[in-house]
């Protein structure tokens, strides 16, 4: 960028080079000229700056093969006024391009090595009260990081304004600290500020079992075990986590549909949080273990994590062996079996005309070909001649 601008990098990509962490986003600000410094860089990268929403400042968004960059015109902000705005401290340090001065007016680097979340300014929280989450989700994010008393206190002023801010937003920032690892810590501090359990139940009345704490951090260490044999996101640990906080509150459905009715879930999480908590029990034999990877899918390990979490850890490693040994030797007959006989043939075989019964029938088939106890035609064509003449 031309230095005429005084281009900064500002933010995470700034914080993510002190903490030795990769970052795909970066933000950067220009003290002037924000629409011609976006044609510039859109011509230069190829890619086109698509004007974000907003009155305050100009700010355009690039999308590059190798993440995202946001570009501000903080005009007519002095600089320091620009990362006052911002939310902790951390995230309040530029790096200038044109001379590669380091500009640091509110002591981010002390709490980067304070491992401290400490908010920029006392308005941090009321300028955007969606900041009470995105606490959390920095504490989730950045291991190690505490939030620093007054913060919290802050924050907590703060925890009712979010009832003004975009369901979406909020969607969002839960949706990337719940699927981090160390997400019950980060839902501890919400209940902290005391965003939790009221934002989930629209209550601070209904509470979580007293033991509910506990099961989450139980959940992670199993998501971290099947991690370790499948690798990073494996495990749908949002989905497995929002289950299983669902499922400690008094009717915790009702309270699931409603938080979904307000825009805090999408119609996909919905259905597959619903599809983990239709699951009372840990399968306990070999049929029961197949059938159960069937049903779940590429959800399997989070419906395991869920379960798991209930149980302790000897039951928990014994299921885990199963389920490991049953997805590496035979998965292709149990998540996607070939049909062994369509519905015609079952049709001709039995004499049945179309219709529901016809369809159980083919149903009931299907999982004993899942479960093993079915696994050729001919052991099919044997299934379906000893069914009852009657009842189905």
Same mark, same amino acid.
Do not use: K
């Given at each position: $960028?031309?230095?005429?601008?005084?281009?900064?990098?500002v933010g995470g990509a700034v914080r993510d080079q002190f903490l030795d962490r990769s970052a795909r986003d970066i933000d950067a600000v220009v003290s002037h000229g924000g629409d011609a410094v976006a044609e510039i860089l859109s011509a230069r990268l190829g890619v086109k700056a698509i004007r974000l929403g907003g009155d305050r400042f100009a700010a355009y968004r690039l999308e590059l093969p190798e993440g995202r960059l946001d570009l501000w015109d903080r005009h007519p902000m002095s600089l320091e006024d620009d990362l006052r705005r911002r939310d902790f401290t951390i995230n309040s340090i530029a790096y200038r391009l044109g001379d590669h001065q380091l500009l640091d007016p509110f002591d981010g680097r002390v709490d980067l090595e304070?491992?401290?979340? !400490? %908010?920029?300014?006392? +308005?941090?929280?009321?300028?955007?009260?969606?900041?009470?989450v995105r606490l959390a989700r920095f504490a989730v994010q950045l291991p190690g990081f505490d939030a620093e008393p007054t913060t919290i206190e802050l924050a907590r002023a703060s925890a009712a304004d979010l009832d003004r801010v975009a369901s979406e937003r909020i969607r969002e920032e839960l949706r990337t600290a719940l699927a981090e690892a160390g997400a019950s810590a980060g839902l501890a501090l919400l209940g902290e500020i005391g965003v939790y359990p009221h934002l989930w139940t629209g209550s601070a009345s209904v509470r979580p079992s007293a033991g509910?704490? =506990? !099961?989450?951090? !139980?959940?992670?260490?199993? /998501?971290? /075990? +099947?991690? @370790?044999?499948? *690798?990073?996101?494996?495990?749908?640990?949002f989905v497995a986590f929002q289950a299983a906080v669902f =499922?400690?509150?008094?009717?915790? *459905?009702t309270h699931l549909r409603a938080f979904h009715a307000r825009g805090l879930?999408?119609?996909r999480e919905l259905r597959s949080i619903e599809a983990l908590l239709a699951w009372r029990r840990l399968p306990d034999s070999t049929e029961e273990c197949r #059938?159960?990877?069937?049903? $779940?899918g590429v959800l399997w390990p989070a419906a395991?994590?869920?379960?798991?979490?209930?149980?302790?850890? /000897?039951? #928990?490693?014994?299921?885990? @062996?199963?389920?490991?040994?049953?997805?590496r030797t035979r998965s292709e007959v149990i998540f996607a079996p070939p049909p062994l006989l369509n519905g015609h043939e079952i049709s001709e075989i039995l004499a049945l005309p179309p219709g529901p019964r016809l369809g =159980?029938?083919?149903?009931?088939?299907?999982? %004993?070909?899942?479960?093993?106890?079915?696994?050729? !035609? @001919?052991? %099919?064509? =044997? #299934?379906?001649?000893r069914l009852p003449k009657t009842g189905g």
């Open positions: $960028m031309p230095v005429e601008y005084d281009p900064l990098l304070r491992r401290v979340l !400490r %908010a920029t300014s006392e +308005l941090s929280f009321t300028d955007d009260p969606l900041r009470v509910a704490q =506990d !099961r989450l951090e !139980r959940l992670e260490r199993r /998501a971290d /075990a +099947l991690e @370790s044999r499948f *690798g990073p996101r494996a495990v749908d640990r =499922d400690e509150f008094p009717e915790g *459905g879930l999408s119609n #059938w159960f990877l069937h049903r $779940m395991a994590c869920y379960l798991g979490s209930t149980v302790a850890a /000897a039951e #928990w490693e014994a299921l885990n @062996s199963s389920l490991i040994d049953l997805v =159980d029938i083919a149903g009931r088939l299907r999982r %004993a070909q899942v479960e093993g106890r079915v696994s050729t !035609r @001919s052991a %099919a064509v =044997d #299934w379906l001649e």
